[in-house]
């Protein structure tokens, strides 16, 4: 009789194990549109290691607990950084994948390209990192641009440049720009010459190279006859390295303030020679606690440092997950309602240095802002602005020059 009511119940179970795996939520298919080959390669395979981890973490917590605990599953796609490649793996992801949202990494050039073919075929477009302002002033309704436009950019790019003449204590009035020509740059550029402007430097020249160049020579040469305070450079990772190296070996004592990427494991590869340098940057380690264990959870599966740009693709999933328990659907226009009225704060789903995640009626985020950081110690280290500061600004002797400088 025991065996028989033993043989019952798992029997029983067995029914209940194949009726619940005949009801298992769908899975929520994401397309993810990166740079898996082409110039920008190595980036593209750290932000993929950093949109893996999010969505393991989504997936070790119930998944999408709206919709039944389904589960985030990621379809990619290689945009190999040319607009015409975004174009083609939008429509397929979009069309064959059947991806309810794309979440797009840079550069902007590709994202206003690929943003532009998402309207069309009306998924949602989640711009991760990219930050030129036309991907969110074209009146288009499925797109979503979760950094900061450049013109905040330049903005804090000139209020780090106010602060670091308090520092020296005087006024770093002499400024050269320096950049590709390239949408996001050449915005950044201009808009940032606007708020100099306003404040008083003088820009003594605007230089430019073009994109994906492998000689500035004749650009620092240019900058080493001018010998201005600051070098206001705004590109991306490899442009910030060749002119970094390039610098150092024509001799410039100008400080050169970095917009291109430059809180990347590759620069902390060449210290100490680079030991003092500043870039401006989207996160760091040291802003809050939850960051510091991300960054080592990241670095442990990755064996290399978490960007900020790698931390905005992590955060996008984040806000994607968030978006799907409101929408409770599987429906597309359902996510996008719910992406025009998320507002994410500080807290369990916001590791970004924010004050929030929220849309406009355009898309655009406006609640982000932009830190600056130091190599100190042969580690990336925030220092500006004071709320998210975890040290003051080290002395180095190029700012020891600029301090001496009349």
């Known amino acids: 009789m025991g065996k028989k009511i033993l ?106 390209a690929a943003s532009g073919e998402a309207e069309k075929v009306k998924v949602p477009f989640y711009a991760g990192i990219s930050a030129a302002t036309e991907i969110t002033n074209r009146g288009f309704k499925y797109i979503f641009q979760q950094d900061p436009i450049v013109r905040e950019m330049s903005r804090n790019f000139v209020n780090f440049i106010d602060f670091l003449g308090k520092f020296v204590g005087r006024k770093l009035e002499a400024v050269v720009t320096l950049g590709d020509t390239t949408s996001y740059p050449a915005t950044a550029i201009e808009e940032g010459k606007k708020f100099l402007a306003e404040r008083g430097y003088k820009i003594l020249a605007s230089l430019t190279y073009p994109i994906n160049a492998t000689d500035v020579s004749v650009q620092i040469g240019k900058i080493k006859a001018l010998n201005p305070d600051i070098v206001y450079s705004v590109g991306y990772l490899g442009d910030g390295i060749l002119i970094e190296k390039t610098a150092d070996r024509m001799g410039i004592e100008s400080l050169i303030l970095d917009g291109s990427g430059k809180a990347h494991t590759k620069w902390l590869e060449m210290c100490p020679k680079n030991e003092g340098e500043f870039t401006q940057n989207f996160w760091g380690r040291d802003v809050s606690p939850k960051a510091n264990e991300l960054f080592g959870e990241y670095k442990a599966g990755s064996g290399k440092v978490m960007t900020g740009h790698s931390a905005l693709m992590y955060q996008g999933m984040i806000v994607l997950a968030q978006a799907l328990e409101i929408s409770r659907s599987y429906e597309r226009d359902d996510l996008r309602k719910a992406l025009q009225k998320i507002e994410i704060l500080p807290g369990e789903y916001l590791i970004m240095p924010y004050d929030r995640i929220k849309f406009n009626e355009n898309g655009l985020n406006i609640g982000g802002d932009f830190i600056f950081s130091q190599i100190q110690n042969c580690d990336f280290v925030t220092v500006f602005p004071d709320k998210f500061a975890s040290k003051k600004i080290k002395m180095t002797p190029k700012l020891e020059k600029l301090k001496q400088k009349k």
């Open 7 to 112: 043989f019952s119940l798992l029997s029983g179970m067995f029914f209940l194990f194949l009726l619940s795996s005949a009801f298992a939520a769908e899975p929520v298919k994401i397309g993810a549109l990166l740079t898996l080959t082409g110039p920008l390669a190595e980036a593209g395979q750290e932000h993929k290691h950093a949109i893996g981890l999010a969505v393991e973490h989504i997936n070790k917590k119930g998944g999408i607990k709206s919709l039944g605990g389904a589960l985030i599953q990621i379809v990619y796609g290689d945009s190999q950084a040319k607009t015409d490649v975004a174009v083609s793996e939008v429509t397929r992801l979009a069309e064959k994948e059947k991806v309810i949202a794309i979440i797009d990494m840079y550069p902007s050039v590709v994202t206003i």
